[in-house]
């Protein structure tokens, strides 16, 4: 078995350092199979869009309620539908009879906190981008986009399809999507009770698919996990009857008076009738532990292991010797910065920026700076190819430290920090304010990681950070890279 695997460069740990120990190395190889043959069933699964296993959490696969009817867009998913500029005909919503029913029992005073249903949370939108699509085949590409098309569409089509999805706009409604099924799950409408919920964070957003602007897509999700105060609401995006793209998004609640930590109706959770919920609310408590111990081990608290700092002396001393056109390395760039004064119409239902529309402003800041990052390397071809060519992969986290407020001088510093043995780039995304009201300088509200790959014969650059703050950053994103994919972060591999 160990022969079998040293055979695969690509999946094995580097025995590099531990050659001259045969026994130390042999452990090191069990280790790591065990952590793979034992581990639980799903772990390990195929990832349709680049054709190859990787070890990362298995895609959410949220089931039907058994008892669904349809519902008003409006009434159900106010905020999500409110965000279109042009609300078309044809937005179907769909709720479960286990919501109606908890709505009446929620009714008037509070009494006590009751454990509900996930089916209780579950709320699924279809928008239907098919219609309206192009008519006249020799009118210009960007004009046969209809009334919803236009909202959604990028203008010189994905990698895969025709028109790709703008990710941006779609992580905007997905924050909308997630908020109102937290809503649903707390009664955040009941007057005897007022709660503010905040976002915290999302995670785990993986791109399955190539999403297409030309056919309709579902937004379905649920509270699957809940705290004293805290919740994870799992989304997903179906088109073409298959699993496009999974997010998890987590929410606090807090008292709409005192602000403090407001206490929720936990999950109710049986393992005789639903053992799927438990199994999910499981997965959900190992996934936020996981985010504890890495923000314990960030390296902007902690410094680097001895490992890591031997791999970045190591690339280090290569960089310097060989810092000529015989490398196949380029020196990590300037991280591109934009500046916006955050205006009124971008509040939410609380007064502050809404949170899906930072996601959106630090998405399409990041998917640039992979494109330029891509054109820096190859520069004789036309921008627009490197555009359709970088498609999103993974959302590994986003933070959401500090709450934007209006009038804020909002800055948004996005660049590549790393890139992976496969060609896959980390970009790293920060979000800093300025307080119109103080002379401070900018404080930092938000964080946002994200991996990009690239279609064709694209490939990105390996990136050489000349600084020590960018080795730490370099060593950030190969662990957020490694870490999804359950490798270790001390294998001296780049």
Known sequence: LISKLTETRRLRPSLNDTRSDPLVACRKMLRWTASRVVAPAGRLHSCPRRGMAAFRDPPSCLPTPAR????????????????????????????SESYTEWKQKEEGPVESLHPKPWEASWLSVTFPLARGGPTDPASPALFKLGAVNEQFAMPYGGAGTRHGVRHGRLFELLDAFTGEIAMRHTNHTNPARPLTLVTAGADSMESLSELDATADFTLTGAVTRVGRSSLEVTAEVRQHNSLALTSRFHYVARDATTYGAAEINPLQLDPTTDPEAVARAADAARRAKGRRDRAEASLYHSPPTAAESKLIHTRHSEWVQYADTSSQRVQMPEPLRSVNVMQMDNRNIHGKIFGGYLLRKAYEAAWSSAVELLASKNGSAETVQYMAAVQLSRVSEVHFLLPVEVGNMLDISSGPVYTAPDGTVVVMT???????????????????????????????????????????AWLEGRRHYRDARGLDIDDMDP
């Open 430 to 472: 920060d979000c800093r304010v300025k307080n119109h009201r103080a002379a401070s300088g900018y404080t930092l509200t938000n964080r946002m990681i994200y991996e990009f790959s690239t279609a064709g014969e694209h490939r990105m650059p390996e990136l050489q950070p000349v600084s020590y703050g960018g080795m730490l």
């Open 68 to 95: 669904v009817v349809e519902a008003t867009p409006r009434a159900v998913a106010p905020y999500t539908v409110g965000l279109l500029r042009r609300v078309p005909d044809g937005v179907v919503a769909q709720v």
